[in-house]
């Protein structure tokens, strides 16, 4: 079971998987997929969706079939990765309901990403116990599956260390070493770990309505780059502009390559010559963000293609989800089953136990 090769990783189905989602953490899938080191379980978190969206199931059942899409899109391959729908698998159910035993209140009022995201959805004045729970619920998932890797953006890094300290709770309170405690996989590059949105203020995120979706069309592709938050201060062409928080220049940092400038924009060698152009003036935001324009869509070009050739082949994916779903339950029941023996609530398989009823 303690494998130590196995990946979990997930997304919330409230919505279609953007850039951020992509550099942050689906790229890294991919990568590791293509290894073919690992054991890689990609799960769509239903029950999380749920725990800000109990009004509106309606809406998480349309997304599952869209991640997919998405998911298929970017290159994660049914050979080679394990799909499943988070709220189809029991132990992911049961797990959370020992833990939970092993967390203060305290630690879970502490989590700051929590803490952001009740202030982001209104919670403060009536949170849902399962909203405040859910870091506990994503302990589950990662145990459940023996998970040793996470592949995620940095929001999840205080999830990956609520899940260390179950983790060392439980193997310290059942004196066992059968939890294996997880490891964040961050993206290569710094300016992924928490991309940004295409105001330029914050993270890129469904709920805050600033992404650039995979499935855009070119022309909303075009017309959000073309939108985009600059410096405020680049008034004029010849103003010295700033390039370290300037949003346009963060997405060519993360997606452009030199063989980029040498098809659109042969002016300039790479990156670093076109940044010290904006910085000491002369250079407009509107050729920048045609450029960038370009970037991305040669970027997306392939994605889009993927998609359409999946979305005709819409039953196949029900088939590959319902059949990664299956082996995940299966596949976890194994681990629960030893939770439970190791906690000693195994009663009608315990012969020292039916011995009480001798
Ligand atoms: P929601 O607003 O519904 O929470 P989200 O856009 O934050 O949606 P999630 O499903 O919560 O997306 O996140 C899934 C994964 O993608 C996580 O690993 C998260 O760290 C990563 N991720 C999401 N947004 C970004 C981002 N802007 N930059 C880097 N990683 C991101
Ligand atoms: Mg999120």
């Known amino acids: 079971m303690n494998e ?69 899109a970017i290159g994660l391959d049914p050979n080679k990765t394990t799909f499943l729908i988070q709220s189809q698998i029991p132990a992911l159910y049961e797990l959370p309901m020992f833990y939970s035993n092993l967390v203060t209140v305290a630690r879970l009022q502490r989590n700051p990403t929590v803490k952001q995201e009740i202030k982001l959805r209104n919670f403060e004045k009536s949170l849902p116990v399962g909203f405040m729970n859910y870091p506990i619920s994503q302990a589950a998932d990662i145990t459940a599956f023996g998970a040793k890797y996470v592949p995620v953006g940095i929001d999840q890094l205080p999830m990956i260390e609520q899940t260390r300290e179950i983790v060392n709770s439980f193997n310290r309170v059942y004196k066992t070493d059968l939890l294996i405690s997880p490891e964040a996989i961050l993206p290569d590059d710094e300016i992924c770990y928490r991309f940004v949105g295409t105001d330029g203020n914050t993270k890129m995120s469904k709920s805050l309505g600033n992404c650039i979706y995979l499935k855009d069309s070119s022309e909303i592709v075009k017309n959000k780059i073309m939108g985009m938050f600059t410096d405020p201060k680049h008034l004029k062409v010849e103003d010295p502009g700033d390039t370290q928080n300037n949003p346009v220049f963060i997405y060519l940092e993360a997606f452009v390559t030199d063989e980029h400038f040498k098809k659109y924009l042969p002016e300039y060698k790479n990156l670093n010559e076109l940044k010290a152009h904006y910085e000491r003036g002369g250079l407009g935001d509107m050729k920048v963000k045609k450029f960038l324009n370009e970037v991305v869509q040669e970027f997306l070009a392939p994605i889009r293609e993927r998609r359409e050739k999946y979305e005709k082949a819409k039953p196949e994916l029900f088939a590959v989800l319902k059949k990664g779903t299956e082996y995940s339950i299966e596949y976890t029941n194994k681990i629960l089953k030893e939770v439970k023996n190791t906690i000693g609530i195994n009663y009608f398989e315990d012969m020292k136990f039916q011995q009480f009823f001798h």
């Open 4 to 72: 130590n090769n196995v990946i979990l990783t997930g997304d919330r189905p409230t919505g279609s998987l953007h850039l951020g989602h992509y550099v942050g953490s689906l790229k890294k899938r991919v990568e590791l997929q293509e290894t073919g080191k690992y054991k890689q379980f990609v799960m769509i978190a239903d029950i999380q969706a749920l725990t800000d969206n109990a009004d509106n199931p309606k809406k998480i059942r349309e997304n599952i079939m869209e991640i997919m899409l998405d998911y298929l």
